[in-house]
């Protein structure tokens, strides 16, 4: 669900609302059961941080949360870049 809501979010808003945008998905699984997501999208239209959380960045916030997980957003000018710890 979670790539379901970025992927929503860069259809409507980041890399994937232009033709020449893309999105790297990036994943490791450390020997300790962490898993490692890295999202980084770029070649988008300007990106910046929005000024409050939406219902979809909540409801993240919450199911990796739940998973005893982290996340963090990198807004940056090329496009957003979100990282996610879980343990597995």
């Known amino acids: ?18 033709l020449d945008g893309e999105v790297e998905l990036k994943w490791s699984h450390d020997a300790d059961g962490r898993l490692h997501l890295r999202w980084t999208e770029s070649s988008g239209p300007k990106v910046r941080e929005p000024t409050h959380k939406g219902f979809g960045g909540r409801i993240i916030e919450q199911m990796i949360a739940q998973r005893s997980g982290k996340m963090h957003f990198d807004w940056r000018a090329e496009g957003l870049v979100c990282e996610i710890i879980l343990q597995v």
């Open 1 to 18: 669900m979670t790539l379901h809501e970025l992927a929503t979010n860069a259809a409507k808003y980041g890399a994937l609302a232009v």
